[in-house]
């Protein structure tokens, strides 16, 4: 049993070119949003389940990858093309090289995934959804009926997801749904990225059954949104080296501390300090559990009682600060 499952439907092979005193050095490496939350829960000593689709030569590279990286990796397997990208950092700046989603997903195939992620997230404290490479690689309803699947078996379920995908899982009652800010406005739920206007949507997406709301707003205080009102949590301030996989860490550090029976309010300031670290870092969903530990003690938790709103729990569902609980009962039962 691993304490986590995540659904990350096209993982992304990654090679990146940089600079070396002695000529070029050619980085491999697994990538794409479902394994960056899942390197960064190995990280923070959180056992993961990955079920994703592996295609071709490019998914049995793959597979090798994840696994030496400790991640269990169930996965549905097909001939045809995989995720991928070329990107040459010699000079400084990324530049795209080649970068290909992968073949869609067939009927199938995406009933065998929908089926693993099931299995596999039978014994499992929380299930994390994770965003395809590309946005025709899978339908965006699977998301609504996992959600609604994985909920009806009492399993806490986490997404970091945008456009369709994020409407999806709002449709399926979702427990905890982060996304940033200009997704927010992206998907027309924010007009702009003022905190009243944040916490307007944030209140909306309550009202249609997502038990809570957390919002990244790129270097600015994030917001979280639960049954007890609007808090800010201000992330330790720190030079920026690479901002990709931020925001796939903070989930990550939410998720870790959610399944050792940390209450939400809690378990964000974890997130926090692990995004916050990634940005330092060449390396997407990486960092020292220690130095998250100590850059946890520096984040910063205010309430914010003027933006509060009815925030009563949705009708038959389990109230964030309850997914705690379900960890806890959870491990009770392993001992």
């Known amino acids: 049993m691993s304490d986590v499952t995540i659904l990350a439907p096209s993982p992304t092979l990654t090679v990146t070119v940089e600079d070396h005193p002695q000529g070029s050095e050619i980085h491999v490496h697994a990538g794409g949003q479902g394994v960056w939350q899942a390197r960064m829960l190995r990280r923070l000593d959180v056992s993961v389940t990955m079920c994703c689709v592996l295609s071709g030569e ?7 990858l994840l696994e030496d990286e400790g991640i269990t990796v169930v996965a549905v397997e097909r001939e045809g093309r995989g995720s991928a990208y ?13 970068e290909e989603d992968g073949d869609p997903l067939d009927r199938h195939t995406r009933d065998d995934l929908y089926g ?4 596999s997230s039978a014994d499992s404290r929380a299930v994390l959804l994770s965003g395809p490479a590309g946005a025709e690689t899978v339908p965006a309803d699977i998301y609504r009926r996992l959600t609604i699947d994985l909920r009806s078996a009492q399993r806490p ?3 970091d997801l945008s456009g369709e995908r994020l409407q999806a899982v709002v449709d399926g009652g979702v427990d905890v749904l982060k996304v940033s800010h200009e997704e927010l406005k992206a998907d027309g739920l924010a007009r702009d990225g003022s905190v009243p206007e944040i916490a307007r949507a944030m ?4 009202t249609r059954g997502v038990g809570a709301v957390i919002v990244t707003r790129s270097s600015e205080p994030l917001l979280l949104l639960d049954d007890h009102g609007v808090l800010e949590v201000s992330l330790p301030r720190l030079e920026e080296n690479e901002t990709r996989g931020a925001g796939d860490s903070l989930t990550a550090g939410v998720v870790a501390a959610l399944t050792r029976g940390e209450g939400l309010r809690d378990a964000v300031t974890l997130g926090a300090a692990a995004g916050a670290l990634n940005v330092t870092r060449h390396g997407l969903g990486t960092g020292d559990a220690d130095a998250i530990a100590q850059l946890r003690e520096g984040v910063q938790v205010h309430e914010l009682p003027q ?7 949705p009708q038959g569902r389990v109230s964030p600060d309850g997914l705690a609980a379900l960890a806890e009962a959870d491990e009770e039962e392993e001992e």
Do not use: K, N, P, S
Not at 91 to 98: F, K, L, N, P, T
Not at 116 to 119: F, G, I, K, N, T
Not at 203 to 206: I, K, N, S, V
């Open 58 to 64: 490019i998914g049995r590279t793959l597979r090798h």
């Open 86 to 98: 070329l990107h040459d950092r010699r000079q400084g700046q990324r530049i795209v090289i080649a």
């Open 307 to 313: 933006f509060d709103a009815d925030a009563a729990v």
């Open 116 to 119: 693993a992620v099931l299995r």
């Open 157 to 159: 379920v986490i997404a």
């Open 203 to 206: 209140h909306e997406l309550r």
